[in-house]
Each structure stands twice: as C-alpha cells, then as structure tokens.
DNA sequence: AAATTATATTAGTATATTTTAATATACTTT
DNA sequence: AAAGTATATTAAAATATACTAATATAATTT
C-alpha cells in the first residue's frame, strides 16, 4: 500500500522531472497558452511539445481545452508552481555552498 | 543560459523521481539512519539501496558521515520534505478528483 | 469539398535508468 | 593479520524515455 503511493509520487516527479516540461510549467505559470505559442517560445519541435504536453496532461498535472484550431493548456494545480519554486530554493543553496567551497583554500 | 537551469531542477527532480528514493526520503524525514536501517525497513537489497543512495547523494539531497563500520545518511535541505509534502497534497487532491468523477453518472 | 492551419500520433532509433548478481573496499574485532 | 561486518562498485541484461521524421486528425477558411 505504501510502495504504491511512493509509485504515484514518482510518476508524478518523472512527469516533472525534464528540462522542456519545467519550462512548459514556468511558462504557464502566468496563465494559460496554446500549443503554438508554447513550441515557438521555446524554441522546440511542435511534434515534441505535444508530446511533453501529453505526459503532463497524462499525470493530471496540465489540462486543455479547445477552442477552434488551437488547444489551451493552463497547470490544473497551482501547487506544482510551489514544488518548482522550491526546487529554485534548493538549486540556490546548493549552488550557493558549491561557490563558498572555492573560497575555502579547496 | 535558462535552459542550464531547467536542466539542473530536472536533475534534482530525476533523482527524487523513483519509488525506493521517495520513501528513503520519508523514512529520514524524522532524522538520519545508517544503511543497514534504511535497507531493513525497506525491504530491499543492500546494494540497491546503496545505489539508490548514491543517486541522492551525488544530486547533493543527501549527505552522509561515516560511524565506525556504519554509513550514516541525512537530508541535506529540509526544503525536500516540503516539495514531498505538496506532492501529498497534490496527489489526493488527484485521487479526490478521480472518485468525484465516479459520483456522477460516469 | 478542397486547401489550410494547429495539434496529435506513430514508428524507429538512440539513450538512459533500473535491477540483479557478483565482487570489491574499508573498518573492526579476534 | 585473519575473519567478520557494513557498505560500495561494477557489469550485464531488461526496461523505460526521448528525439526525429513522417503521417494522421480535426477544425477552419476559401
């Protein structure tokens, strides 16, 4: 029973866990966005935005909605912004240590 | 530059992404154990468990000291507890959701 | 209804991750 | 210093993910 929320959990962080997805998530921070305007902002494949976009749509972490020709995605969870800011926080630190440990004679 | 960044949260993500290391970080949210407690609660092979260790620590969430014949690991940034934490929360919020759905004549 | 536009899907290949099993290292005790 | 513990590392096989390119779908405009 554990071990299978511990998976959900997991399958969430996987769905999270790569660089265009993050981006994807950051850009709908603000608010929502069409499929085109995502790919073009970020400057990747529109074929390899659907398919990110599905994987986050697949984890019930991002929901669409049409409207004529474009598809609408906007985050379902404004939580997940609260999990990136927070890894934000963490990188900081940890970037933050990896620099004082130069100017510690290392 | 931006997209150097996405990277690294997608690492530190990519590390938290796995059922064995979720609930490694679960069991040290309450203070450090030694490999041999971690493994037996866990009900997983000691090398697995090493590696799976070695996956957290090399992404510098976790870090370790050495007691005696002992290794004995902690979570570096508190902060991660907190990123699982909203997970929870988003999860049964999902899993809320999902029964709803049941509710009504689907 | 044909052409156009926006998005999604599929298949194939390339890469990465996970697991298991065997072995190595590194302290401790005898 | 040999034997015993606790942990780490390595290699191989199995599985999962990612990217590219080609094609399909679905709504819109002409």
Known sequence: MKEKI??????????????????????????????????????????????????????????SRKEGLRVIYSIKYPEVIEILEIADKILKMQLDEALKAFGSTK
């Open 6 to 63: 511990s998976q959900l959990k997991a399958d969430m962080f996987k769905a999270i866990a790569h660089p265009t997805r993050i981006r994807i998530l950051e850009l709908l921070k603000d608010g929502e966005l069409c499929v085109c305007e995502i790919f073009e902002k970020l400057n990747v494949e529109q074929a390899n935005t659907s398919q990110h976009l599905a994987v986050l749509k697949k984890q019930d972490i991002l929901k």
